[in-house]
């Protein structure tokens, strides 16, 4: 791709309908051949073809601005050169190399606790597990159960940590798991700080963090139903619930009392981790040590299939091949997730992130008076708006497909989130420009309003 290609790309394009004619014949094939549990290409009916930084060309010639981002996999964006050349490089060397040590896979190591804060870097050991977020998360609770000899573990309401046997059972949304019987027993869910649809019915003048009681009263009670747990599983902003930041209190409080009790505290930080709320992990922002953490998406910046977990060193009773998978030794993803967190640091891309957060949230705040939008609410590049009928607050899922259809018939691909799909999601790449960002939102913004607005007399 030469640079003229590129910069023809600049500024989103759409011409006529989409799908256009030669990605409604792939998306026909894909009917024809694959699986009905796809999804994306039911609501953003395009067939990709390149692309570049930001932006995604699709086989008919249409630009979108990409603020799905492989569902923030693409920390670096599309086709990062220096990414390319590190995996390029790295392909000609070794590609596989199951769990043997490598000079790329330490490196990579290496890179990943040196991103930890300085007081848990010592104490944390790595392990690498299959190439998925949800084969992360089953790899924590099965070392947990292991480490601490229980059974039992709790999850929060809307959570949401994988489609595995085991990770869906840890998630909140019930029609994933009504059509699979036998879901992994012993979970137990807790009302997470959800204050815009607070669980207990409480208004925001009302709360004193009750969710987290209800959870210190539950485990503290001899009667309250709930073993001593193996572990505490929660995310620190619930992305696919609904782009949900936890309160400040309530985790703390969470951290307060696994410790109490000796329970093993693990954060999810598939989605929020690798810098993508502005820190390297969102754990930070909270001020808390867990005992396990888990990330898989960004690791690589590039989108190749990379997940761990980071855990104390206590913990580590596993014996040998109690988790193995063999796709964990991808040497591409090592190379590219080295050459990630040395470009996340020589330029500055965490700080980008909180600037274009915080320009985000200005963009977006000109929807405050709109009355079908709830709730506008993010952490760095991470963001929702919740759209719910203003009479009665129910969410608005047919109102938020018709803002991802706008929005992507003007050239900003976005998701869909939260409870009944009623909130409006953008995972942009942690390096996208102020320029992109105010043309994104303007799209998002223009969606809305035209959406939202009442019919015509």
Known sequence: MTAADVTAWHGPRVHGDLPGPRSAELLARQRHWESNARTYPRRLPIAPAEGHGPWLRDVDGNVFIDFLAGAGVLSLGHGHPELVAAVTRQAARLTHGLDFPTPVKDAFVEAQLSMLPAALRERMKVHLCGPTGANAVDA?????????GRGEVVAFQGAFHGSSHAAMALTGLVAQKQPVANGMPGVHFFPYSYCGRCPLALSPDDCETNCAAFLERSLHDGNGGVPLPAAVVLELVQGEG???????EFVTRV??????????????EVQ?????????????????????IVASKALSGIGAPVALIIYDRRLDVWAPGAHTGTFRGNQLAFAA???????????????NVRARGAQIRQRLGELDDCRWVREVRGLGLMWGVE???PRDGRPAPELARAVQDHALRHGLITELGGRAD??????????VTEEVVDTACSILVAAVRKCAAPPAR
């Open 387 to 389: 759209l719910a009928d």
């Open 140 to 148: 924590a609770v099965k070392l947990c159960k292991t480490a601490t």
């Open 272 to 292: 929020t981790g690798c810098g993508r709320t502005g820190s390297w992990f969102a754990f930070e922002q909270y001020g808390i040590e867990p005992d396990v």
């Open 337 to 351: 997730g080295v050459e990630t967190v040395r470009i996340i640091r020589e330029q500055g891309v965490l700080a």
């Open 255 to 268: 951290r307060e009392l696994t410790r109490e009790l000796d329970i093993p505290l693990i954060v999810d």
């Open 422 to 431: 009623s909130v409006v999601r953008v995972l942009p790449p942690l390096n």
């Open 242 to 248: 609904g782009v949900i930041p936890a309160r400040l």
